[in-house]
């Protein structure tokens, strides 16, 4: 069983930066889908940035690219989503999530594990 533990959320204004974490339990860290995904009021949950832990690229969502970049540190099996140029549309909770057995790393259904969200909220 992974836990996921998600911190670093607050309020700023447009423009500002924040950095989210997700902290997974002891787990085979390295073969896992790791994603970070946001849920606005009334709206669907979408994937921001998903990756592979093992390494490789990341799969950004168009609305945050060139602004939000996610890393990992593996000896803390932590994985984190430094947001820049936040606008008042990023504004939602976002998640961590893991799965095993990822096949599009999109769809929030194919992850397994979920953090408990963090609220992030952009003013004008």
């Known amino acids: 069983q992974v836990q996921l533990v998600e911190s670093g959320g607050g309020s700023v204004q447009a423009g500002e930066s924040l950095r989210l974490s997700c902290a997974a339990s002891?787990?085979?860290?390295?073969?896992?889908?790791m994603g970070w995904f946001r849920q606005a009021p009334g709206k669907e949950r979408e994937g921001v940035a998903m990756?592979?832990?093992?390494?490789?690229?990341?799969a950004y969502a168009d609305s945050v690219k060139g602004r939000f970049t996610a890393s990992q540190d593996n000896t803390k099996k932590t994985v984190y989503l430094m947001m820049n140029s936040l606008k008042p549309e990023d504004t939602a909770t976002y998640y961590c999530?893991?799965?095993?057995?990822?096949?599009?790393?999109?769809?929030?259904?194919?992850?397994?594990?979920w953090g408990q969200g963090t609220q992030v909220s952009v003013s004008p």
């Open positions: 002891e787990f085979p860290y390295n073969t896992l889908c």
């Open positions: 999530a893991a799965g095993r057995y990822v096949a599009d790393l999109t769809l929030p259904r194919e992850y397994e594990y």
């Open positions: 990756f592979f832990s093992r390494g490789g690229d990341t």
